[in-house]
């Protein structure tokens, strides 16, 4: 058990010695072997993005985020001016390598460097860009940073409890599941009880060691298919 006895004899949290506090994130590229993370850009990013939204024919991507769909281009780039442009949350375009194109969106938020954590969000992929090695390439990248750049002790995942496929997300990239806070928020009119998963530090060698079997180019057959999955190479460690 991570915890030790004070003079009183009651259990205290372990000493974190020499402990200081954490950069915040940088607004460096994230690149690696098939996507790059860029700060997002309205001028360079914001009509690839809404065009590769536009094949989300029913808007599916975002009955859980609190804001969009957005109907016209102007929309989309107003939003991003207002709300995507600061240091908290810090956004991001996930662009896949094949094409040069941005197809994603995710961030940094709730930044807490005194005590080293930090929370990915905003998480938006179009279809393009959906089940792809990009996709999980993406997280591993800005995992990557969280732990071995910048030393955060804590990367959390939150969402909306009823949100099944974030769920499964969280779960398959190596997130914990923590438990359900109800009743957090709102959003959209609507209730949100969320959903929390995280990483630790202590969690992230065996975890990085995983996603660099499955991102090797050996992991893939000649279709492009998986020889094994992320998941079962996590329950098979």
């Given at each position: ?156 995942w939150k969402c909306d409890a009823l949100n099944a496929g974030s769920r499964a997300a969280a779960a398959r990239?190596?997130?914990r599941f923590e438990g359900v806070f109800r009743q957090a928020t709102l959003y959209k009119g609507r209730n949100?009880?969320?959903?929390w998963f995280a990483v630790t530090d202590g969690d992230w060698p065996a975890l990085k060691a995983r996603f ?26």
């Amino acid at each position: 058990m991570n915890h030790r006895m004070n003079s009183l004899g009651q259990p205290v949290g372990a000493r974190l010695e020499g402990w200081t506090a954490c950069p915040r994130p940088p607004r460096d590229v994230m690149a690696g072997r098939y996507c790059r993370l860029e700060p997002l850009d309205p001028d360079r990013h914001a009509a690839g993005l809404h065009a590769a939204n536009s094949e989300d024919r029913d808007g599916r991507v975002w009955t859980y985020l609190s804001y969009g769909p957005f109907n016209t281009l102007a929309d989309y780039v107003a939003w991003m001016r207002r709300d995507c442009l600061g240091d908290d949350p810090l956004f991001h375009a996930v662009i896949e390598r094949a094409t040069g194109v941005a197809t994603g969106v995710a961030s940094y938020l709730r930044i807490v460097p005194a005590v080293g954590v930090i929370e990915v969000g905003h998480i938006n992929y179009a279809p393009p860009l959906q089940r792809s090695r990009a996709a999980t390439e993406a997280m591993y990248l800005m995992m990557r940073r969280v732990f071995d750049e910048l030393g955060y002790r804590r990367y959390e995942w939150k969402c909306d409890a009823l949100n099944a496929g974030s769920r499964a997300a969280a779960a398959r990239l190596g997130f914990r599941f923590e438990g359900v806070f109800r009743q957090a928020t709102l959003y959209k009119g609507r209730n949100r009880d969320t959903a929390w998963f995280a990483v630790t530090d202590g969690d992230w060698p065996a975890l990085k060691a995983r996603f660099e079997r499955w991102l090797d180019p050996a992991n893939f057959d000649g279709d492009g298919g998986q020889r094994e999955s992320l998941s079962g190479l996590a329950l098979a460690d």
